[in-house]
């Protein structure tokens, strides 16, 4: 029997710009490591905004994505235990990213009148 609590999740992602330091992994990637035996967790790679940073070399940011994976793995995310994803290859989270962007700047527009 799991000891993951499903009705709480934990979502979280990291842009795909390079190569991963130690405050990666003491800010990040050791969290995970531990939630995803505690949550339903959900870990996405950002590759779409790897082009804010990489706007001029796009071809790179395909193997940012791989490394970015394969330091996850490294330091102990297990796709087992957590849904690891990559939003670019998701058409359906492209669809909602936009509808909740969309979304979320009407309601902080209403808000700022109230």
């Known amino acids: 029997m799991s000891s993951v609590v499903p009705s709480q999740r934990v979502v979280s ?12 992994y003491h800010g990040v990637l050791k969290n995970w490591a531990r939630l995803q035996h505690e ?7 950002a590759d779409w905004h790897g082009l804010t940073t990489e706007y001029e070399n796009p071809h790179k ?16 995310v297990n796709p087992g235990s957590a849904t690891v ?15 909740c962007h969309d979304d979320t700047a009407v309601m902080a527009g209403a808000g700022a009148n109230l």
């Not at 994803?85 to 509808?99: F, K, L, W």
């Open 85 to 99: 994803h990559s939003r670019a290859r998701c058409r359906s989270m492209q669809s909602c990213t936009c509808c």
């Open 61 to 76: 940011i395909e193997q940012h994505v791989w490394d970015l994976v394969i330091d996850w793995l490294a330091a102990g």
């Open 39 to 45: 949550f339903e967790c959900f870990f996405f790679v």
């Open 13 to 24: 992602g990291m842009r795909a710009t390079g190569r991963l330091h130690l405050g990666h």
